[in-house]
């Protein structure tokens, strides 16, 4: 049996036609960037997240450094963020001149740890990015609580938890900018990069907006140095056909991870931790069904499991705070132990909504020959 980490063919079989023509009215038009597509799918995008505004840009990498842009945040300032994420968040921090801040996550969740964030703030801070991480949110209420008692802006890294909820709300909509990436591997991907970023006030919008088009406040009148973060018009039209079916993919992806709880209830493995799903979650999107194989056999298993055909991956092997090219921040092994234990015991199983069960069965099984030798 073949399981593969992600296989999105079987995805795009039954929206083929309707992407096809899009994509041939869109050439027919010969208008590439920006426009109307673009403008539909933001409106989409704010209905379904609940945000009064997105805006729709190149990436979810961009999403974040707009958003630190449009906030003026630069050289001398300092950003709070996790360690254990995807680069893109903290290189946005360090591409603004700014300094990236590392809180520890908490072990339950894998994100920002709320009750570690405020001895971290110091006169120098200006915001908060947490991180959405696999698909469950931070707790944000108390994160906004902090940022209010310190008048810090609040960004949420939601490149991975489009849909996700916490107490009811959407991921994205709790602060004053949500990140979004289209990345292919996202639950909602597009056939390339592209990314969005909601906010809560018209100023920051049109701001946002500028910024998006190289601080062009009217054509060729700059009034900010901005950049080329334009989202196009065929990676909106398909990311339009493919919202419509979100909902149903999300779905998808939990019912998968409630199997693999039972299966893993009913075998004989031990020294495995399933996701948690914190008390404050109400949906949760499984973007990874990252587990936890403890007493150092993560890589065996690992090895055995891409021998026997189950794809898997580390995401993420080496804590942000520990990468050379954040050395000069002076960050070393044991300032975020939590981070650094995780990354040597997390391991992404196959969750993706097309799977079937005699597949998550197959890589249940293998796990647990796999640990047997291990
Ligand atoms: C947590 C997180 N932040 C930011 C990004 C960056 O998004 P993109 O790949 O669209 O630039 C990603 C995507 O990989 C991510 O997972």
């Not at 994160?143 to 310190?150: L, T, V």
Request: some cysteine.
């Amino acid at each position: 049996m073949q399981v593969p980490l992600l296989d999105l063919r079987d995805q795009y079989a039954p929206l083929r036609d309707e992407i096809m023509k899009e994509i041939a009215e869109i050439c027919d038009s010969q208008r590439f960037i920006l426009g109307d597509k673009v403008v539909k799918l933001e409106k989409e995008l704010s209905e379904y997240c609940g945000v009064p505004h997105t805006c729709g840009v190149t990436s979810g990498s961009d999403a974040l450094l707009i958003a630190l842009m449009v906030e003026n945040i630069g050289a001398g300032d300092e950003v709070i963020t996790s360690p254990f994420t995807f680069f893109a968040t903290a290189g946005a921090i360090a591409r603004t001149g700014a300094t990236p801040v590392f809180v520890d996550i908490d072990a339950k969740t894998y994100n920002i740890d709320p009750e570690k964030i405020e001895a971290a703030v110091t006169s120098k801070t200006r915001a908060i990015i947490p991180v959405h991480l696999f698909g469950q949110c931070c707790d944000m209420d108390k994160i906004n609580a902090i940022a209010r008692k310190h008048n810090l802006i609040v960004i949420e890294d939601a490149a991975q938890s489009i849909g996700a909820e916490y107490k009811g709300r959407s991921a994205g909509s709790m602060s004053d900018y949500g990140c979004f990436s289209f990345f292919p591997s996202k639950n909602l991907g597009c056939f390339g990069d592209g990314g969005a970023v909601s906010t809560n006030t018209a100023e920051r919008f049109e701001l946002l907006k500028i910024f998006r088009n190289h601080g062009q406040g009217s054509t060729y009148i700059h009034k900010y140095v901005g950049g080329n973060f334009r989202l196009d018009a065929l990676q909106a039209g398909i990311l339009s056909i493919k919202l419509r079916e979100l909902n149903k993919w999300h779905d998808g992806r939990a019912r998968n991870a409630a199997i693999y709880r039972e299966l893993f209830a009913a075998s004989g493995i031990t020294g495995v931790t399933l996701p948690e799903v914190a008390d404050y979650t109400t949906r949760h999107i499984y973007n990874q069904f990252s587990i936890r194989i403890s007493g150092g056999r993560r890589d065996a298993v690992r090895k055995f499991l891409t021998e026997n055909n189950v794809g898997c991956n580390v995401y993420y092997p080496l804590c942000l705070h520990l990468q050379d090219c954040f050395a000069y921040l002076g960050g070393k092994a044991g300032d975020c132990p939590v981070s650094e234990a995780i990354s040597q015991e997390i391991l992404a199983l196959p969750i993706y909504p097309e799977l079937k069960k005699e597949q998550l069965e197959y890589v249940v099984a293998t796990i647990e020959k796999a640990l047997k030798q291990a």
